[in-house]
């Protein structure tokens, strides 16, 4: 186990394969892309709204029903959902941006542990940020005006899959904007377990 930490060390320490840093510049196509769709997407359905209703959260935006949702929620004594609710993720462009730069830097002058290094911080980001957005949908949920016009329990908005909220039956879902993310971050892995493998199998030379 010590020889095979020794050679993980050593493997951190050396260059990256040439064809990888290509691949690492053609990744920060996807994660730019990421910015351009709905990172989630919340579909609502009732016998009122035969149609549906739904809201698009981007990294900067919300976009959708807003203005009709907000006026359903008003009666029930729920907070506001626009972009000033989820202001908290203002951040998300921002580490995008930086993910960018990152990722051309390991591109062109980094090695294996630059390359490990944003691996970590990208699933640091993608963990975080999931993390905020369930925290700001529990916190909608669970702060309401005692002084609605409706009264109802405290409950949790869907997050992942379909969930039934009143007679509501809410979608909620994962967009482009998270697949792209996605993908740069499974290429970012696939790129790394390149680099790692062959340093990793590789054997000391034998002392005469």
């Known amino acids: 186990m010590q020889e095979f930490f020794n050679r993980f060390d050593r493997t951190l320490d050396g260059g990256l394969i040439p064809r990888s840093r290509l691949l690492l510049v053609a990744l920060v196509v996807p994660l730019l892309l ?16 035969p149609n549906g209703l ?15 949702i907000n006026t359903l929620n008003h009666y029930i004594g729920m907070q506001r959902i626009d972009r000033a609710a989820l202001s908290d993720l203002d951040w998300i ?22 390359l490990f290094d944003l691996t970590v911080l990208f699933l640091y980001f993608s963990a975080f940020s999931l993390a905020r957005f369930v925290y700001k949908l529990y916190v909608v949920g669970h702060d309401l005006d005692p002084k609605a016009a409706i009264t109802v329990d405290p409950f949790m908005p ?27 971050g499974v290429g970012l892995a696939a790129v790394l377990v390149w680099n790692l493998v062959p ?9 005469a």
Do not use: C
């Open 93 to 114: 462009p921002f580490g995008i941006g930086v993910l960018v730069m990152l990722a051309l830097r390991v591109a062109l002058i980094g090695d294996v542990r630059s």
């Open 54 to 68: 739904a809201l698009e959260i981007y990294a900067y935006t919300v976009t959708g029903d807003v203005q009709e």
């Open 158 to 184: 869907g997050v992942l899959g379909t969930k039934q909220i009143a007679n509501f039956t809410t979608i909620s879902l994962p967009d482009w904007g998270s697949v792209w993310l996605g993908v740069f």
């Open 34 to 49: 990421s910015l351009t769709a709905p990172l989630w997407v919340m579909h609502f359905h009732a016998p009122q709204y």
């Open 199 to 207: 340093g990793l199998r590789a054997r000391p030379a034998a002392v």
